[in-house]
């Protein structure tokens, strides 16, 4: 039972560069969120699901887009890449069962350049 | 002000000793979580809570849902108990709000 798996560990992209940041879960878990970890601040959401074909907003969604077309896999897409988004990354999945905690992903370091 | 507020930032001790990290929260909520994160980045879910106590090993949490205050206990500390610890609240089940952590240092 791997839990939740995020790929990569590190990047490292230059200013307007695209990529994906992999999330994926083996729990069957409905719900899956996007947080990132700046310095001084804690975590903040920023995309979230409660299933498959049903996303929404956090906190800070700007520069981010999200798809769930599977319970498993919440990929998270920098469609063009800034300094500001400079952070680490973690996802995260819970139960929709309403008194279990969430299971975190070892995180995405990410440098913008 | 921010809606979670941590104390201390910071905390060292020494091994064997009592501690206690508090967290204040501004919103109304439906849980409250306590939350590990690793020295090598990795977070680990501790406790969620709405009403009460919880108790896991040498680790206790309690809230206080008319004071909007929860405190995180951990007896008989141990260096391997040093990490940064995270409160977070829910005002629904599916958005949380952090608070910026307690830095926890057990010396040997």
Redesign the interface.
Known sequence: NAGVTQTPKFQVLKTGQSMTLQCAQDMNHEYMSWYRQDPGMGLRLIHYSVGAGITDQGEVPNGYNVSRSTTEDFPLRLLSAAPSQTSVYFCASKTGVYNYGYTFGSGTRLTVV | K?E?EQSPQNLTAQEGEFITINCSYSVGI??L?W?QQHPG????????LSSGKKKHGRLIATINIQEKHSSLHITASHPRDSAVY?C?VGPN?????????TRLQVFP
């Not at chain 2, 980045?41 to 969620?48: A, D, R």
């Not at chain 2, 089940?93 to 952590?101: H, R, V």
Request: overall charge neutral; aromatic content about 8%.
């Open positions: 921010n979670v439906s849980a979580h939350l980045g990795g977070i680990v879910s501790l406790f969620m995270i977070a089940t599916d958005k949380l709000i952090f608070g910026t952590g």
